[in-house]
């Protein structure tokens, strides 16, 4: 039970409405009303796969540079509560949960699964070369509702693909704000982020225009797909919790940068979930 407990903590379980409820639009979307159940459920594992793995992966990957760093030194990793042989186990196994699921799906969700992979496995190396590792994260998260619409269509559109940039800008502005917390550390070691190359102001304003560009992207897929007036009150509520966020963070107070980036923001796929069920059923 203490493992359990300990691979959920490592897994961010309680995070999980990140990605989840944008994953489940892609499919109810793609059709404009419900899914059958047993694509719903393929795609809830799919997503767990894929969700496990990649934290999994990217603990494994940064276990040196998170030892080092006094903020991470005592996630579950680090600090020895599980070893690494078990979380390599954890990652094989939840990639082969995302193959399985994607071909219970169709044949092009399972086609397609090596890149998933590949981009969840690059994505843990890119703050050592690159300061675009946010939106990487971002790209990587949104892959989630474009796999669910080819999940339950077979096929691939234009409109999942901007709602997928709409959710990788909204995920690059937070981890952009929650990474202003080691800017000294990034800079001492080396390694590359949007505050550590361009200190704290810089990085919020990046952070700023990615939501910007969020609200955007969500915009335009309410009109690609002609969607109502409900789906739209969903996307105000976002929008001005995303101007919230950039209210209560600024440069030289970073106080609340995890209430901003994670209890506030978790709601924000819910919303949007929501809403738009109600603007397809009502």
């Known amino acids: 039970m203490h493992k359990i407990k300990y691979i959920l903590e490592m ?35 799919a997503m767990i796969g894929a969700r496990t793995a990649a934290l999994a992966l990217n603990r494994l990957i940064d276990l040196k540079i ?19 042989d078990k979380v390599w186990v954890l990652v094989f196994g939840s990639f082969l949960l995302l193959f399985y699921s994607a071909a219970q799906l169709n044949l092009l969700c399972l086609k397609l699964a090596p890149l998933a992979v590949l981009v969840l496995w690059v994505y ?3 703050k050592r070369f690159t300061w675009w ?5 971002g790209l990587a998260i949104g892959m989630g509702p474009i796999g669910a619409w080819i999940a339950v269509t077979n096929g691939i559109n234009f409109e999942p693909i901007i709602l997928g940039l709409g959710v990788a800008c909204w995920i690059a502005g ?12 990034d800079r001492k070691h080396k390694l590359f982020s949007i ?3 361009f200190g704290e102001r810089g990085a919020l304003k990046f952070s700023a225009i990615f939501h910007f560009f969020t609200v955007f992207f969500f915009i335009l897929t309410g009109i690609m797909l002609e969607l109502g007036y409900i789906y739209y009150i969903g996307v105000i509520i976002v929008a001005i919790i995303l101007i919230y966020e950039h209210l209560i963070v600024k440069p030289g107070d970073l106080s609340r ?22 603007d397809i059923f009502i």
Request: net charge negative.
């Open 124 to 126: 843990s190396y890119t």
């Open 11 to 45: 897994i961010d379980f309680s995070n999980t409405l990140f990605g989840l409820p944008f994953a489940y639009l892609g499919a109810f979307l793609a059709v404009q009303g419900m899914p059958t159940i047993p694509q719903l459920f393929w795609i809830t594992l």
């Open 257 to 278: 940068v995890n209430f901003a980036s994670f209890k506030i923001n978790q709601y924000v796929g819910l919303i949007i979930f929501i809403t738009t069920l109600g």
């Open 133 to 137: 590792c946010h939106l990487i994260l």
């Open 195 to 197: 505050p550590a190359r």
């Open 174 to 185: 937070f981890d952009t704000m929650y990474a202003c917390q080691d800017i000294e550390f």
């Open 66 to 84: 998170d030892r080092a760093n006094p903020r991470t030194s005592d996630w579950v990793l680090p600090s020895g509560k599980l070893s690494p």
